[in-house]
């Protein structure tokens, strides 16, 4: 596994046909996992949408044999450290996004996003957009 989704490209992919949805089909064989997190943030919109069972079909489809990992205790350590260096410096962003990053930095994975402004600020956090 080299890959992390965020949930922007997490989305992408499952609406498919365009550029991020071509690059995590190349990366694919690598190795493209996803974070819990992500996943609640795209239950959260499956659950608002209008054609939920069909959403939510679709996502269990695009979740099936693609490996989710947890946000676990090391992870937690990470955000905690992170967050409190944002602070300190007068920085923030989301808290999904810095689960998501502390999750990727825990098992040394390349986050896949276009939400680089936040995920940027993460020290040691690897970074891939299109």
Do not use: C
């Amino acid at each position: 596994m080299q890959y992390l989704l965020d949930t922007d490209w997490a989305i992408q992919t499952l609406k498919g046909s365009n550029a991020v949805f071509e690059r995590v089909q190349e990366l694919e064989p690598i190795g493209v996992a996803i974070s819990a997190v992500t996943v609640a943030e795209i239950y959260d919109g499956v659950f608002g949408s209008v054609n939920r069972e069909l959403d939510e079909q679709q996502l269990r489809a695009f979740l099936s044999g693609r490996e989710v990992l947890p946000f676990d205790a090391e992870a937690a350590q990470i955000f905690g450290r992170q967050r409190r260096r944002l602070r300190s410096l007068g920085l923030s962003i989301g808290d999904m996004d810095l689960l998501i990053g502390a999750t990727a930095i825990h098992h040394d994975l390349t986050v896949l996003t276009n939400n680089v402004r936040h995920f940027e600020r993460i020290e040691g956090i690897a970074i891939e957009s299109v």
